[in-house]
Nanobody, 121 residues
Framework: QVQLVESGGGLVQVGGSLRLSCAAS????????MGWYRQAPGKQRELVAR???????NYADSVKGRFTISGDNAKKTVYLQMNSLKPEDTAVYYC???????????????WGQGTQVTVSS
């Protein structure tokens, strides 16, 4: 059974920092990437940052220079260091894992339950 568990969300003032953590359980044949998405009220879920199994990272333009993703796909862990937080960063943050459970199945997305990040001004 696949489970992604996030932690580290909370309430922080503008300019503050938070660190999100995610640990996945389950046996995967391959893990293509792990990352973080977010969804603010009334908006679609969007990619925040992602790290591939080869260590390549990509970020949403809105967080470049402020957020840093790290982790180890082999250990099924991913972190998001968020600095210089802004009110527009307020959202539910979801951990994501793209991978396949068997050699015969294509990669698919797995999601955590989400953790709330609120930035107050």
């Amino acid at each position: 059974q696949v489970q992604l568990v996030e932690s580290g969300g909370g309430l922080v003032q503008v300019g503050g920092s938070l660190r999100l953590s995610c640990a996945a359980s389950g046996r995967f044949f391959t893990i293509n990437a792990m990352g973080w998405y977010r969804q603010a009220p009334g908006k679609q879920r969007e990619l925040v940052a992602r790290i591939t199994s080869s260590g390549i990272t990509n970020y949403a333009d809105s967080v470049k220079g402020r957020f840093t993703i790290s982790g180890d796909n082999a250990k099924k862990t991913v972190y998001l260091q968020m600095n210089s937080l802004k009110p527009e960063d307020t959202a539910v943050y979801y951990c994501n894992l793209l991978g396949s459970l068997r050699i015969t199945t294509p990669a698919e997305d797995y999601w955590g339950q989400g953790t709330q990040v609120t930035v107050s001004s």
